[in-house]
């Protein structure tokens, strides 16, 4: 056996698969607290990619960008471990309404820890995956971009490295910011973006950050699907909320282009999205999708295609428009070309 081979086993058995076993045990300590508000029977199911992956064994990297990403998914491993332990410190009865100046401080508090972007929306508990818990229903979206330039290069082991960055530098922002409610009086339960307790995309879809997509993914107005989320969930009862859809002009215009579609290599997407009975929608197969994540560096090729990706939000907004409003076919062939140019190059 090979040296590289030998330290696949020896992560997968000596650091992995104890790691996840610790974090089996953190999610029950949430789980089994008073108040917790756990998946119910129409929550949905959560894929676990590190336990799947090491179901499957072979000759796979134990995790995507392997062994670039390991100190990175260690590191996030010690902030979902924080984000559990930190919960005994919330004050017994937490402050449950935010003034304008405070709501202000908090939103230039979590951009300096490295937010890109914040929204508040509060959720039903159809969202929270079966088995695990969040204490509270009110939920602080946190938006983190992913490097475009190294998105390019999806699939590649430096690519997967990077979204592994963003998960763990995302995790720590979330801690940071469900600290600061802390300091100010608040409970708060900081939600990491690595082995999320609850689905983040509608979270952010209804936090009037962006729209899902065909591929699932958030496309967000600054940069597309190019993101990762987190939430820290509070009891804040006075939160601005969002009413309206300015954002869902995108499945329209998903259904026109389908990059994502075509180009996924194992054609894992649906060609029409299942809608399921709890309201969920799911868009892939992931048992054609995850051997080919396994096998190619984590994949993220539906991100690099999608035109929100590499072109402007407003420029596709307002040729896709104009091709709506009687522009006719032609007008569409201008658009995709316009809206996609270097995706329509080989890749």
Not at 217 to 236: D, H, K, M
């Amino acid at each position: 056996m090979g040296l590289e081979y030998r330290l696949r086993q020896t992560f997968k058995n000596q650091v992995l698969k104890p790691q996840l076993k610790r974090l089996d045990a953190w999610e029950k300590n949430v789980v089994d607290r008073p108040g917790a508000l756990s998946g119910g029977e129409n929550s949905p199911v959560r894929f676990n990619i590190p336990k799947e992956g090491l179901k499957r064994e072979g000759d796979h990297p134990p995790l995507p960008g392997f062994p670039g990403s390991a100190p990175q998914i260690l590191g996030s491993m010690i902030h979902i471990r924080r984000s559990v332990l930190d919960l005994d410190h919330n004050p017994a009865a937490g402050k449950k309404r935010m003034g304008p100046d405070t709501l202000a401080e908090l939103i230039r508090f979590a951009k300096a820890a490295g937010a890109d972007e914040i929204g508040f929306t509060p959720f039903p508990q159809e969202w929270v995956f079966q088995d695990t818990a969040i204490l509270y229903t009110q939920a602080i979206v946190l938006v983190m971009e992913m490097d475009k330039e190294r998105m390019s290069q999806a699939p590649s082991p430096d690519t997967a490295v990077m979204v592994h960055e963003t998960y763990n530098a995302l995790g720590k922002v979330s801690n940071k910011v469900a600290n600061w409610f802390r300091e100010h009086g608040y409970a708060a339960h900081a939600g990491h973006p690595l082995g999320g307790k609850a689905l983040y995309p509608p979270m952010a879809q209804a936090a009037s950050l962006g729209w899902r997509g065909m591929n699932g993914l958030v496309i967000t107005p600054e940069f597309g699907p190019r993101v990762r989320l987190a939430a820290v969930f509070t009891e804040i009862e006075n939160f601005p909320l969002h009413e309206g859809d300015e954002h869902a002009w995108i499945l329209e215009f998903c259904d026109s282009c389908r990059h994502c579609i075509r180009d996924c290599p194992p054609a894992a997407f649906y060609d029409a999205p299942i809608h399921q009975k709890n309201g969920l929608v799911t868009v892939l197969d992931n048992e054609k999708c995850f051997p080919y994540f396994l096998a190619y560096h984590g994949c993220s090729i539906c991100i690099k295609v999608c035109p929100f990706n590499n072109v402007a939000y407003d420029p596709i907004k307002e040729n896709f428009e104009r091709r709506r409003n009687g522009g006719g076919r032609d007008s569409k062939k201008k658009m995709l070309f316009e809206g996609s140019q270097i995706i329509e190059q080989p890749h």
